[in-house]
């Protein structure tokens, strides 16, 4: 499957009303394009951000999309986004969460290595991180996503509540060490968010 993700910052105070749209008017729509396969709201209310991910089919279902997720970003993000970046992935590994509570976390880490170092990020997440994951109380789903080309690679983990997702926290870092080390990647980032909405779509 691939991955279009939508990072959106603006004024904290009129972030509710952008998710308030997203979750409700803009699901129908999304839900009725061809190819979709299931998407993820995650927000920081106190510094305006929002990421949404959503998931499709296959390559050519992620490209046939992109103007009318163009438009539905449009309706739906404004007045909010000041910035927007739109990127699109290959969903790697996955192991997707069919819905989630009102407590639940999410974690995204972003990564770039070497192009040439591809195949050794993805044994290195679908063999030792993920099956750790899964292992941890209150893990949800998980996934890597990468752009091949660009040697670039985004990491997300949902959690179903507050404290099982602080308990991950120390060894998610670990974990952070292990692969940076063994891939030879460089760690870009890492934000936490509220999940507050995930939904998937049966294959069709």
Known sequence: MFVRTTYATGDPAKLDEAVRKLTTEGREPLEQTPGFRGAGVFVDRELGKLMIGTWWQDEEALRSSAERMGQLRSEMLSPFAATLTVDNWEAAVAQRAESVGEAARFRLTRVDFDPSHTDLMVDAFRDGVLPRLQAMPGFLG????????????????????????????????????EVTTKTRATLRSVEEFEAVMVISAPPS
Do not use: H, K, Q
């Open 142 to 177: 998980g996934s890597l996503l990468i752009d091949r080309a660009g040697g670039r690679g985004i990491v997300g983990a949902i959690y179903a509540d507050r404290d099982t997702f602080a308990a991950s926290r120390a060894p998610a870092a670990a974990m952070r060490g």
